[in-house]
Each structure stands twice: as structure tokens, then as C-alpha cells.
């Protein structure tokens, strides 16, 4: 699992898109796994790794408007 960093706390461009890459990989493998009905548990984390891509991108975006 990947640890979780708080979005907030993130301010370096490069940092961000390394880590929405990370989250977009694990969401692809928890997908895959839901779809092969292998997931049973942790189907909340689905849910909660696309809430995190989304805080990501955000904050991605907010870093870019700041050096505008």
C-alpha cells in the first residue's frame, strides 16, 4: 500500500504528479481486482484513492495558479 500524505502538505509540482501517478496505479490494480471480484473487503478503498487522485489533481492545480 502506499502511504497516505496529506494533499495540503504538498507543494512541489513534481511531488504532486509523482504521487497522482501512484494513486492512479493503485486505483487502476483495486479496479481490476473488483472487476475480477477478488477485492471482498476493501472496497471502500476505491472510493476513498479516487477522493485522494482528486485532492491531488487540486492542489496540483492551485500550485499552478500560484505561478501565474
Do not use: C, Y
Not at 509523482?18 to 493503485?26: A, G, L, Q
Not at 487522485?53 to 500550485?63: P, S
Amino acid at each position: 500500500p502506499v502511504p497516505h500524505f496529506p494533499a495540503r502538505s504538498m507543494h512541489n509540482e513534481k511531488d504532486l504528479k509523482d504521487r497522482i501517478d501512484e494513486m492512479k496505479t493503485e486505483l487502476s490494480k483495486l479496479q481490476t481486482e473488483n472487476a475480477k471480484g477478488t477485492l471482498r473487503k476493501e472496497t471502500g478503498k476505491i472510493k476513498k484513492t479516487k477522493k485522494e487522485v482528486a485532492r491531488l489533481l487540486t492542489r496540483l492545480n492551485e500550485v499552478k495558479k500560484q505561478w501565474i
